[in-house]
C-alpha cells in the first residue's frame, strides 16, 4: 500500500503566504503612521519653541523703546545724573526725541526701536556689546525687526540683520497713539497711518502679529500658514 506524502499543499501555502503579507503589511501601517506622529510632534515641537523665542526678543526689545538709566552712578550723592528724555538726539534712523517707528518692506512690518543700555540691558540678538564692537553701556542702541528670506531677523546699529525666528510667514505691527496726552493708547494705527498723523512721539504701545509657515501642510484644504499670534506691549513708562 503506497504511503501518503506528509507537507503542505499549494493551496495551504498560499493562503499562509497571504496571511503573512496582510500581517506585515498591518505592522507597517503601525510603524508607518507611528513614524509620522513623531516626526509631527517634533515640528510642533520646534514650532512653539521658536514661537517662544520670537515671544520673548519682541517683548524685550519693543518694550524698552525710550528707556533710559536715570542714574550711572548711585554711589555718588546726590546720584550722577548722566541720561534724561533729551539724550535721543537724531540719527540715521529716527529723528531726535522719538524712540519707535515702522513701515512696510515687500508686504510685512517693519518696526524701529532705540533705548540706552546699561547693565541690565541685552539687545536683540542677547548682546551688550554692539556689532562694531563697542560697548551698549551707556549707549544708544538701534533695533530693526524685519523679515528676511522667511525669518524674523534683527539688526542693531545698522549691521546686518540676524534671524532671531524661523518659518515666519508675516508680520503686521499697530501702534497704540495716546491722542489725549493721558498716558493710555486710545487709537490703534499701522505705520503709515501714524507717520500721516505725526503721532510717533505719542505711541504708547505695539501689537505685534506674527503668522508662522504650517509645519505640516497635508491635504488640498491645509493652510499655508498658521493663525497669527499677537502680542501686546506696552513701552517703557518708568526709568532706572
Known sequence: MRSRANGMSLVS???????????SLGLFDLWYNAQRTFSTSEQLAA??????????????????????????????????????????AADAMFPAG???????????DTVSVRYIGDATTYDCLG???????????GAVVDETFSVTNGALSCSVNS???????????????????????????????NAAA??????????KSVVAQVSYDNPNPTGSTAPAALPALREVINLTELNQ
Not at 13 to 23: P, Q, R, S
Not at 98 to 108: A, C, D, L, Q
Open 13 to 23: 501555502l498560499m493562503i499562509a503566504m497571504a496571511i503573512g503579507l496582510f500581517l
Open 47 to 88: 514650532l512653539q519653541d521658536n514661537e517662544r523665542m520670537v515671544s520673548l526678543i519682541l517683548q524685550n526689545s519693543i518694550s524698552l523703546a525710550g528707556y533710559y538709566p536715570l542714574s550711572t552712578d548711585y554711589a555718588t550723592n546726590p546720584p550722577t545724573m548722566t541720561f534724561s528724555a533729551t539724550s535721543f
Open 98 to 108: 522719538i524712540e519707535i517707528s515702522g513701515g512696510n518692506v515687500n508686504g510685512n
Open 127 to 137: 548682546q551688550q556689546t554692539a556689532p562694531d564692537g563697542t560697548t551698549e553701556i
Open 159 to 189: 549691521a546686518t540683520a540676524e534671524p532671531v525666528g524661523e518659518n515666519v510667514h508675516s508680520f503686521s505691527v499697530l501702534y497704540g497713539v495716546d491722542t489725549q496726552a493721558d498716558g493710555t493708547p486710545h487709537r490703534y494705527l
Open 194 to 203: 501714524v507717520t500721516s498723523a505725526g503721532e510717533w512721539g505719542a505711541v
